[in-house]
Nanobody, 121 residues
């Protein structure tokens, strides 16, 4: 099995910064894309940022210029540096990874448990 464990969420004032981290572990052969998604109350889960195994990244328009996604392939981890946070960034943030298991034939999406980010004064 594969597990994704997130850390770094919390409460921050508008304009502040947070760094989220997520580490994958378990029966992993390789990890393809990794990303961060968020879901605010009453809204769907949306892409925040995603990064390929070679380091190519995409961002939601709402976070471009403020958030930076990165990954450490040696640690099977992905991070999201969030700067200039706004109240509208408040959401539960979920780590996602497309993983090919050692016993698998095709990659499968895995999700972290979610971590709360609250931006409020």
């Amino acid at each position: 099995q594969v597990q994704l464990v997130e850390s770094g969420g919390g409460l921050v004032q508008p304009g502040g910064s947070l760094r989220l981290s997520c580490a994958a572990s378990g029966s992993i052969f390789s990890i393809y894309d990794m990303g961060w998604y968020r879901q605010a109350p009453g809204r769907q889960r949306d892409l925040v940022a995603r990064i390929t195994s070679t380091g190519t990244s995409i961002y939601a328009d709402s976070v471009k210029g403020r958030f930076t996604i990165s990954r450490d392939n040696a640690k099977n981890s992905v991070s999201l540096q969030m700067n200039s946070l706004k109240p509208e960034d408040t959401a539960v943030y979920y780590c996602n990874a497309k993983v090919l298991r050692r016993s698998g034939y095709v990659p499968t999406d895995y999700w972290g448990q979610g971590t709360q980010v609250a931006v409020s004064s």
